[in-house]
């Protein structure tokens, strides 16, 4: 079935009609691709999500090409919500194409935040964070989700630790240092907690960025005995949690 990010549904769905039929008219992008792209009709069933939790059930009334209306016929509230929080903080890499992969990947498995690092060792310090967010929203029509993961905009590494410091949850940091010292994040990080992972840029974090998350209740991880580049780093790290949470 087909899936429509509409995140006005958060304001426009009348909460005294939670499980009764109201009207809803798609905006002219999601009506377009709707009736012109995949040609659908009157009495198409397709499903909407707000990217709050809100999955809605719906059937096509006008299949206007610019203004299609459908009937809301079953609302769901917090559909597939976790009992945890995963939030990953990634130095952007050079080459967006593998920041963006895995922003898209990262959502398609579960994940609730992401946070863009610029640490001493970064190689990119502008990201734009609409064409991340663009992604996200197609990750979550393909994976059919009713929550859009929030894209943080970059910020620098010590603030960051800094605005972290009261998280309720398991904080970790991952880095390339004293391998033979470190546990496996799978060791340490507990189910159903939240979690807060830091992953470096390709040039590792700096000693002193490792001792000032130490400091702030990081613990530090190791994520195997391969060297992985950032952005596999950060979808391994995402992955093992999730499996955790299974």
């Known amino acids: 079935m087909h899936l429509f990010y509409t995140p006005e549904l958060l304001l426009s769905s009348p909460s005294s009609k939670v499980n009764e039929l109201f009207i809803y008219t798609l905006n002219e992008e999601e009506s377009k691709h709707s009736i012109r792209v995949l040609r659908l009709a009157i009495g198409a069933k397709i499903i909407l999500v707000d990217g709050a939790g809100g999955w809605y059930e719906a059937e096509i009334a006008d299949d206007n090409p610019k203004r299609c209306t459908v009937n809301i016929l079953k609302h769901t509230k917090e559909f597939g919500k976790r009992n945890f929080n995963l939030h990953i903080a990634i130095a952007p890499t050079k ?25 001493r060792n970064s190689e990119r310090p502008i990201v734009k964070t609409e064409r991340l967010n663009k992604v996200a929203i197609s990750a979550i029509k393909q994976s059919l989700k009713a929550y ?12 960051f630790i800094s605005a972290t410091a009261n998280f309720k949850g398991q904080k970790f940091i991952a880095h390339c240092y004293s391998k033979e010292t ?30 000032l998350a130490i400091d702030y209740g990081y613990k530090q991880i190791s994520l195997g005995s391969s060297r992985l580049r950032t952005e596999t780093a ?12 299974e």
């Open 182 to 211: 470190k546990s496996h994040l799978k060791d340490l990080y507990q189910s159903g907690n939240d979690a807060l992972l830091l992953i470096g840029p390709e040039g590792d974090f700096s000693v002193d960025e490792v001792k």
């Open 95 to 119: 080459n967006m194409d593998r920041l963006e992969w895995f922003t898209e990947k990262a959502t398609e498995i579960g994940i609730d935040e992401i946070s863009l690092l610029d640490c």
């Open 234 to 245: 950060a979808l391994y790290a995402c992955t093992t949690v999730n499996i955790l949470n």
């Open 148 to 159: 859009l993961p929030k894209v943080n905009e970059m910020m620098d590494y010590k603030k």
